[in-house]
C-alpha cells in the first residue's frame, strides 16, 4: 500500500514563508513525477508545481519566482518552499506522484490527503 503523507501548512502573515513536504511511504518500485496542486472551495483542483524524476521542475505563473519545488536525496520526498505569501495563495494543499509498484508495475498517480495554508493577517 502506497501512502503519500503532506506536513507543514498553517497560518502565516502575507509576505511570509512556510515550506511544505510530502513523503512517500509503503511498497514501492519506483517514483516518477511528483507535484504539489491546490484546491479552495468551489474550485477546481489546479497545479501550483510539479518536478520530474529528472528534477526539472514547472510552475504555475500564479507563483513562478515565489515557490520553489525540490526532491529530497532519497527522491520519495518532495517540498514547496513557498516564500511571499499572498491571501489567494490560501488553499488546500495536495500533493501527488507518480509511482510505480512492484505487484503492478503500472505507473498510478497517487494523492495525499492535502495540508491547508492560511495567508492572513
Known amino acids: 500500500q502506497v501512502q503519500l503523507v503532506e506536513s507543514g501548512g498553517g497560518l502565516v502573515q502575507p509576505g511570509g514563508s512556510l515550506r511544505l513536504s510530502c513523503a512517500a511511504s509503503?511498497?514501492?518500485?519506483?517514483?516518477?513525477?511528483m507535484g504539489w496542486y491546490r484546491q479552495t472551495p468551489g474550485k477546481e483542483r489546479e497545479l501550483v508545481a510539479r518536478?520530474?524524476?529528472?528534477?526539472?521542475?514547472n510552475y504555475a505563473d500564479s507563483v513562478k519566482g515565489r515557490f520553489t519545488i525540490s526532491r529530497g536525496n532519497a527522491k520519495n520526498t518532495a517540498y514547496l518552499q513557498m516564500d511571499s505569501l499572498k491571501p489567494e495563495d490560501t488553499a488546500v494543499y495536495y500533493c501527488?506522484?507518480?509511482?510505480?509498484?512492484?505487484?503492478?508495475?503500472?505507473?498510478?498517480?497517487?494523492w495525499g490527503q492535502g495540508t491547508q495554508v492560511t495567508v492572513s493577517s
Open positions: 518536478i520530474t524524476g529528472g528534477g526539472s521542475p
Open positions: 501527488n506522484a507518480d509511482i510505480v509498484t512492484p505487484a503492478t508495475l503500472r505507473l498510478v498517480t497517487y
Open positions: 509503503g511498497t514501492i518500485f519506483s517514483i516518477n513525477a
